[in-house]
């Protein structure tokens, strides 16, 4: 099992490494800052000149789309994608400048494998050259969605269309001006078809009429404009028939089938977001002093830096052996892997980047260091990216699949 960068890698890795440090992150707080200037649902032009800016360096430097693993991608595997997308977790701006970010890689790559003709120069064309963004409505309010099998959006076919009926929210994404395309989890089977076969993907562009923009939910009172995590209602959607993915009942078939780097892509950032933080709280720690000496050598913060460096590197080594499952192809095998980096990874993350943010004081949970953001991030993410507790949950029944048959 090789976990390092390919040779084909490395230097893609390393100019993605040099354009986060010297060039992308650098304009982070200048963009966040325009968020408050004029409608928060719009890009101002000085947003969109930097983000535009950015993108237009990513692709002279042949670095957009490093997502893509499949055939005619750019030629990167997982294991060496997780080690550039570490790099651009260290950036607010750094995914969406080399168009690797959520939700729009896991919907190119749905659009990729499971797409039509048509939906592949409608949708994907566009989304890959970054011209449009998309997003992916799953999670509604009245049921329990860590269980997918409760989604409850109807979708009822009329001769050549379908209509969809029901509300969604948390849809990250859908509160972007540029946001044109939706992938949406619907209910079409009837309690007598098997559990897994009673859902459907279908696709539905945002300007189609019946669609409500009730709110945009907030993250700890953070709304995340102009991206947004919208709260929509869907009122007699009506799509045409060739919309539905793959077809009918096969929801899970197309979720399950995905083995794109975009599955731990969250994971892989995390890891990125870790290291800035250990890096922030040493510095901080050295450069200031309290009851005479440096922060670092007082209480316990030697064993905090340690134990930060211990467990950002085993939580690393479990992301790349998870990225190293999916490259082997088989998405049954590497399932209990993706699940626990899942768990690990983001824990991890946010352990850390507590860390820093105590050692910085009071300016630790401030506008003025990029931790306060991070941490609430990553508090997000063991929602955002399915709760810890479901992943748990699919480890413990692979490890005890193991000894169910010895059993019987
Ligand atoms: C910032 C953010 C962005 C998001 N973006 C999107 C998006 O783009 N698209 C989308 O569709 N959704 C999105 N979501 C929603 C997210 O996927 C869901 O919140 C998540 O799947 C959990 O569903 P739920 O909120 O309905 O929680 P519920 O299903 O009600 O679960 C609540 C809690 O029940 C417990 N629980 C559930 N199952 C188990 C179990 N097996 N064992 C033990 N305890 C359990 C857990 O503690 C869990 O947290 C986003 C969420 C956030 C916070």
């Known amino acids: 099992m090789n976990l390092s960068p390919s040779a084909h890698a490395q230097p893609i890795i390393d100019a993605v490494r040099k354009m986060v440090a010297d060039v992308i992150a650098p304009m982070d707080a200048e963009f966040l800052a325009e968020v408050d200037v004029g409608d928060r649902w719009q890009f101002t032009?000085?947003?969109?000149?930097?983000?535009?800016?950015?993108?237009?360096?990513?692709?002279a430097a042949g670095l957009f789309n490093l997502w893509n693993t499949m055939d005619g991608g750019a030629g990167l595997s997982t294991v060496d994608y997780a080690w550039a997308a570490e790099e651009m977790g260290k950036s607010h701006l750094a995914a969406e400048v080399f168009n690797c970010n959520a939700p729009d890689t896991g919907n190119m790559e749905v659009f990729a494998r499971y797409g039509s003709d048509s939906?592949?120069?409608?949708?994907l064309a566009p989304l890959m050259a970054g011209e449009i963004r998309s997003a992916y409505l799953m999670t509604e309010p009245d049921v329990a969605s860590s269980d997918a099998t409760n989604i409850a959006m109807t979708c009822v076919r009329y001769g050549d269309d379908y209509v969809l009926n029901g509300e969604k929210w948390w849809s990250t994404g859908a509160g972007d001006p540029r946001c044109a395309v939706y992938i949406v989890m619907v209910r079409t089977g009837g309690d007598d078809m098997p559990k897994h076969q009673r859902h459907s993907m279908i696709v539905v562009p945002s300007a189609a009429q019946g669609i409500t923009k009730l709110r945009a939910m907030e993250v700890y009172g953070h709304d995340d404009a102009p991206h947004g995590h919208m709260h929509l209602r869907f009122e007699n959607v009506r799509v045409p028939a060739e919309n539905m993915l793959l077809g009918e009942g096969r929801g899970f078939e197309i979720a399950q089938g995905r083995l794109g780097p975009g599955r731990i892509h969250h994971c892989m950032r995390a890891i990125g977001q870790a290291e800035l933080a250990l890096e922030w709280m040493c510095k901080r720690g050295l450069a200031r002093q309290a009851f005479g000496k440096d922060l670092t050598q007082l209480g316990g913060n030697f064993d905090i830096i340690a134990d930060a460096r211990m467990e950002i590197e085993q939580a690393r080594l479990l992301c790349l052996k998870a990225a190293w499952m999916m490259d082997q192809g088989d998405a049954r095998a590497a399932a209990p892997w993706i699940s626990q980096i899942k768990v690990?990874?983001?824990?991890?993350?946010?352990?850390?980047t507590d860390a820093a943010v105590q050692m910085h004081g009071a300016e630790g949970i401030s506008q003025d260091t990029p931790l306060a953001r991070q941490w609430t991030h990553l508090r997000t993410l063991r929602l955002a990216d399915g709760p810890d507790a479901v992943h748990r949950r699919q480890v413990a029944r692979a490890e005890l699949h193991k000894y169910q048959t010895e059993k019987r």
């Not at 947003?47 to 990513?58: M, P, S, Y």
């Not at 690990?344 to 850390?352: D, I, N, S, T």
């Open 45 to 59: 032009p000085r947003q969109t000149e930097i983000l535009e800016g950015l993108k237009t360096q990513a692709k």
């Open 119 to 123: 939906m592949k120069s409608q949708w």
């Open 344 to 352: 690990v990874a983001p824990l991890m993350a946010l352990k850390v």
